[in-house]
């Protein structure tokens, strides 16, 4: 028997910010998942540039990246396992700026994140979560960006799993080190 998931796009409490659902196909062969269709998206409203790198990050259980925003846009997805993502609006004039949103995600579920809208996700599976991040700009040292610690406990985030602040493969030093929301914000 085949079963068919047909692509949505939902929005959420962030502006730009999108929750996608991949068009999926499944039958007793197993998944076939489309990952882009620029088609989709612009008849959803929304008009992306090409993406021009695409990184796919490997994250050990519990481990913790982020929170990150590049000056670039995002798509992002999870290629194999399961993680906790979380999103916070830093940019400046955005009426939605200092908002944060969270969702659990999988294979088949995708995020679009706006320009200066950070990201950060913990791995929950028991075995490593692929991570694959799709820019609209490449990476360069020094890119201008903003990082928020994802341990800030004005953020609301409830990671699923306990994080060791001391263990550097739970969570990097860099990230430990991040100023707060209220620090980005000015406040």
């Not at 860099?174 to 914000?185: F, S, Y």
Request: hydrophobic fraction near 40%; charge should be negative.
């Amino acid at each position: 028997m085949v079963h068919i998931v047909d692509f949505e796009l939902q929005k959420t409490n962030i502006d730009g910010l999108a929750l996608v659902r991949m068009k999926q196909v499944t039958d007793d062969r197993g998944t076939v998942r489309e990952f882009f269709r620029a088609s989709a998206f612009q008849n959803a409203g929304y008009s992306l540039p090409p993406f021009t790198q695409v990184n796919v990050t490997e994250t050990r259980p519990g481990g913790v990246r982020g929170m990150h925003g590049e000056a670039m846009t995002k798509l992002i997805a999870i290629a194999h396992g399961t993680a906790y993502g979380a999103w916070v609006d830093t940019r400046e004039g955005s009426p939605t700026r200092g908002e944060v949103f969270q969702a659990e995600l999988e294979p088949g579920v995708q995020i679009l994140v706006p320009e200066g809208v950070c990201n950060g996700f913990q791995s929950t599976g028991e075995t490593p979560t692929q991570y694959v991040y799709c820019f609209t700009s490449e990476w360069v040292p020094g890119m201008q960006g903003v990082a928020v610690t994802p341990l800030d406990a004005d953020l609301g985030i409830r990671w699923p799993l306990p994080i060791d602040v001391d263990n550097r493969a739970q969570i990097s030093q860099k990230d430990l080190d991040a100023p707060t929301l209220a620090d980005v914000l000015g406040q």
